[in-house]
Structures are given as structure tokens and as C-alpha cells.
T-cell receptor, first 117, second 115 residues
């Protein structure tokens, strides 16, 4: 079974500062990893995903994440945040084989990013 | 990307009534649909997975007689909350996936309030 831990429940940051949202996962098998963003009262939007290949993954809105297998981490980063980045961010993992068969995602607890002017 | 809609976006009902929530994939055929529940300031909890034409697979602890899921076509899945009670009040989110896509697409969610 897989699990995901997002180490920070809330991250306050000033506008134009860099930010890192931390995500660690646990799995005994190969996994796919995802980051989603949720704005208030809305569904989830995919920011980026790691399936295979380069461990540095670039996503939408200037976000990127790095897959580190030895540390079982998939931290999300942005070099300069905007007020509009204020939202809830979720890291998710899926067993590679199960996902390819249409299987489910396991979500972390979420990190609330609050960007202040 | 692919679009998933949910209807209604919010609903208020009296305790004891049943509520149906629809999830539609608008521009692709969803072979699998997922239903999640999200409490305020919390993560998404998977309730069930449904494949078109077959019975839904419920997660442990989810009452299948209370949360009826029907995936009757490749573009529509419904979640019916039967005999709703205030503790069923929550944000319900669906997602859909086609076999040819390697990601899930999420609907905008439905806010259910049971009085």
C-alpha cells in the first residue's frame, strides 16, 4: 500500500518569494506521483506529474517538482509566487501497475499556500 | 484538457431525503469514474471507484447502501446519498479517466448541506 505525507499544513509566504511544498511518499513498488491545486470551492487541477524519465518535472503556472527516489520525496517548488497562487495543494501517489489499469490515487493531507502582498 | 462537469454545484436538503449528484465527462469517454468526499480543510477521501457497466467498488468504511453509485454510460456517473443526515454534509468531488489517458480529470465539486 502507498501513503503520502505533506509535511506542512500551512505555508505563508510573501509575494515574489520562492516557495517549496514538501511531499514524502511510502511505497514498496514503483509509483506515479502528482501535484494538484485546489482553489476555494472548486475541484482539483493537475499541476504536474511524474511518470518516468527526467526526475525534474515542469508543470503549469511556473511550478516544478523533483522526484527523489532515495529520499522518497516529490517536493513542489516555484521560484517566485504570485497572490493568485494562494490555494490548497495536494500531493498524490499511485501504484504504477494499478494506475495503468485505471486505479486510484492516494492523496496527502494538503498544504495551504497563502501568498501575502 | 478533458472536461468533467458536476451537477448540481450545491444543494441543500432536509434530513431524511435523498440527493442525486451527476458527474459527466463532456469530451471523452470515461471508462472509470471516482467519487471523493472532502471535509473542510481536509484531504480528499476516495469513496468508490466505478467502471462503466459494472458495480462500483467501495472503499472500506463507506456504506454502499447509503451512497449509491451508478455508472450507466461512458459519460455519466451518479452518486445518490440516500436518507441524508447532517453528518453527510460535505463537498463531493468526482473524477473521470479514459483508458487512453494517464491522468484523472476532476469535476468542480458539489457542496451538499443537509439540514
Amino acid at each position: 500500500a502507498q501513503s503520502v505525507t505533506q509535511l506542512d499544513s500551512q505555508v505563508p509566504v510573501f509575494e515574489e518569494a520562492p516557495v517549496e511544498l514538501r511531499c514524502n511518499y511510502s511505497s514498496s513498488v514503483s509509483v506515479y506521483l502528482f501535484w494538484y491545486v485546489q482553489y476555494p470551492n472548486q475541484g482539483l487541477q493537475l499541476l504536474l506529474k511524474y511518470l518516468s524519465g527526467s526526475t525534474l518535472v515542469k508543470g503549469i503556472n511556473g511550478f516544478e517538482a523533483e522526484f527523489n527516489k532515495s529520499q522518497t520525496s516529490f517536493h513542489l517548488r516555484k521560484p517566485s509566487v504570485h497572490i493568485s497562487d494562494t490555494a490548497e495543494y495536494f500531493c498524490a501517489v499511485s501504484d504504477l501497475q494499478i494506475y495503468n489499469q485505471g486505479g486510484k490515487l492516494i492523496f496527502g493531507q494538503g498544504t495551504e499556500l497563502s501568498v501575502k502582498p | 484538457g478533458a472536461v468533467v462537469s458536476q451537477h448540481p454545484s450545491w444543494v441543500i436538503c432536509k434530513s431524511g431525503t435523498s440527493v442525486k449528484i451527476e458527474c459527466r465527462s463532456l469530451d471523452f469517454q470515461a471508462t472509470t469514474m471516482f467519487w471523493y468526499r472532502q471535509f473542510p480543510k481536509q484531504s480528499l477521501m476516495l469513496m468508490a471507484t466505478s467502471n462503466e457497466g459494472s458495480k462500483a467498488t467501495y472503499e472500506q468504511g463507506v456504506e454502499k447502501d447509503k451512497f449509491l453509485i451508478n455508472h450507466a454510460s461512458l459519460t455519466l456517473s451518479t452518486l445518490t446519498v440516500t436518507s441524508a443526515h447532517p453528518e453527510d454534509s460535505s463537498f463531493y468531488i468526482c473524477s473521470a479517466r479514459a483508458r487512453s489517458y494517464n491522468e484523472q480529470f476532476f469535476g468542480p465539486g458539489t457542496r451538499l448541506t443537509v439540514l
